[in-house]
């Protein structure tokens, strides 16, 4: 069998040219567009495509458009930053439209990406095949695109060999996110995100920021309580013991707080359990989760 691999991916392109629709097709029925009410990062996750032995998690990079202002400046710092961050980015232009400045633009900020970069032309169902050839081949001029894929959003053409391409490019990895569930709960990336805090903040520094947690269920109830189970992911051996502390006294405080949190969050009764596991390098092949952690200040 191969290895599950895994992935953060952005789509970024000038409003109109399709974004939206390609998500819905890929992500069929299970529309999962993630609106925390507490959100933590300004990086958006749009919605997560996952198959037996992939996951991709398509995530929105805040700012990319023109600064007008200092801050504005500051937020496309940050979602520049954002860019060199995922494993991918899907560069989304309209088959009937020629280059514009704000491709242009872009094109210019996705200079300083050294992940790969695909080129999506989408809406060929609109073009002659004539006419589709030129502009690839302009828009090549422009940047060497690790690949390019003509694309319809609206009838599937080539979706499905783009997903196939693009999940062959993502590093091995473990499924960060339940199959399905995440559609009717939102709220699971939240719930991680305060468990996570509890962590920073009782192991004081000792683990590195890079601590990942993945909610994995959160939907039965037994006696009135949601049953809440997460795993924590390290990387050392040494970590998991600071996390889970003299005769599980660390683990029993971080599950103490974020209990308390997450049934604040909820409003409702939660039982919260709480794995540690050792993840060897996985801050090596996901230098996007590492920026959950890492860089929240900042983009704050
Ligand atoms: N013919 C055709 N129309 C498409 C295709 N993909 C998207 N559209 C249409 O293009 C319009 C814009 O699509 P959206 O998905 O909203 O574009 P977007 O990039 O998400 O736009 P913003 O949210 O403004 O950034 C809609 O009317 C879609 O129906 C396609 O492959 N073919």
Do not use: C
Not at 126 to 136: A, E, M, R, S
């Amino acid at each position: 069998m191969p290895n599950h691999r895994s992935g953060f991916v952005a789509i970024i392109g000038r409003p109109n040219v399709g974004k939206s629709t390609f998500m819905n097709r890929i992500l069929g029925e299970k529309v999962a567009i993630m609106s925390p009410k507490a959100q933590t990062t300004r990086n958006k996750i749009n919605g997560i495509y996952t198959t037996d032995d992939a996951q991709i998690v398509f995530v929105d990079t805040p700012g990319i458009h023109k600064p007008q202002n200092e801050l504005d400046e500051y937020m496309d710092q940050a979602a520049l930053s954002t860019l060199n961050q995922v494993d991918a980015v899907m560069f989304m232009v309209a088959a009937d439209e020629q280059p514009g400045r704000g491709d242009k633009w872009i094109l210019q900020e996705l200079e300083k990406v050294t992940k790969p970069v695909f080129l999506l032309v989408n809406k060929i169902d609109l073009v002659h095949p004539d006419d589709l050839l030129p502009l690839i081949d302009q828009y090549s001029r422009m940047r060497n695109f690790d690949q390019i894929f003509p694309i319809s959003a609206t009838e599937g053409n080539n979706v499905e060999e783009l997903l196939h391409s693009l999940t062959e490019t993502l590093p091995e990895g473990p499924q960060y996110y339940p199959d399905d569930e995440l559609t009717d709960h939102p709220e699971y990336f939240v719930v991680g995100e305060l468990i996570r805090e509890k962590i920073l903040e009782l192991s004081h520094d000792e683990v590195p920021h890079a601590v990942a947690v993945v909610v994995e269920r959160m939907k039965d109830y037994q006696g009135g309580k949601l049953q809440i189970e997460a795993n924590i992911f390290v990387e050392r051996d040494g970590q998991k013991a600071i996390i889970i502390g003299k005769g599980g006294s660390m683990l029993k405080q971080i599950g103490i707080r974020a209990r308390r949190d997450i049934e604040n969050l909820l409003g409702e009764k939660v039982n919260l359990k709480l794995w540690v596991k050792v993840q060897k390098n996985w801050r090596d092949n996901n230098a996007y989760l590492r920026t959950l952690g890492y860089n929240k200040k900042d983009l704050r």
